[in-house]
C-alpha cells in the first residue's frame, strides 16, 4: 500500500514562494508518475501539476504554468513542487498524488492520495 505524506504548507504573502514535499512510502516509487492537486473551500479538487516516472515528462494546469515547478528525488521517495510568485487565488489543500501509471496527466489517472497540507496566500 502507498502512502504519501505532505509537508510544506503555510502562510505566505502574495508574491511569495513555498515549497512542498510529498513522502511516498510503499510500492515502487520510482516506477509511477506523480502529482499534485488542490482544492480550495467550496471548489472541486483541480489538477496542478504531474510529473512522469523518470522526471522526463512534466505537465501544468494553465494557472500555474511559468510559476510552479515540479520535481522528484527518486532516491529519496519525494517529489516536490515548487511554487513561485503566489496569488491569493492559490489558497487551497494541496494534495500529493501517485499512479500505478508511469505517466498519468489527470485526476483519473492517480491510485493513491495524501491527506494534503494547507497553502494560504494573503493579499
Known amino acids: 500500500q502507498v502512502q504519501l505524506v505532505e509537508s510544506g504548507g503555510g502562510l505566505v504573502q502574495a508574491g511569495g514562494s513555498l515549497r512542498l514535499s510529498c513522502a511516498a512510502s510503499?510500492?515502487?516509487?520510482?516506477?509511477?508518475?506523480m502529482g499534485w492537486f488542490r482544492q480550495a473551500p467550496g471548489k472541486e479538487r483541480e489538477f496542478v501539476a504531474v510529473i512522469s516516472w523518470s522526471g522526463g515528462s512534466t505537465y501544468y494546469a494553465t494557472s500555474v504554468k511559468g510559476r510552479f515547478s515540479i520535481s522528484r528525488d527518486n532516491a529519496q521517495n519525494t517529489v516536490y513542487l515548487l511554487m513561485n510568485n503566489l496569488k491569493p487565488e492559490d489558497t487551497a489543500v494541496y494534495y500529493c498524488?501517485?499512479?500505478?501509471?508511469?505517466?498519468?496527466?489527470?485526476?483519473?489517472?492517480?491510485?493513491?492520495w495524501g491527506k494534503g497540507t494547507l497553502v494560504t496566500v494573503s493579499s
Open positions: 510503499g510500492g515502487t516509487f520510482g516506477r509511477r508518475a
Open positions: 498524488a501517485a499512479s500505478d501509471r508511469l505517466i498519468a496527466t489527470s485526476r483519473d489517472g492517480m491510485d493513491y
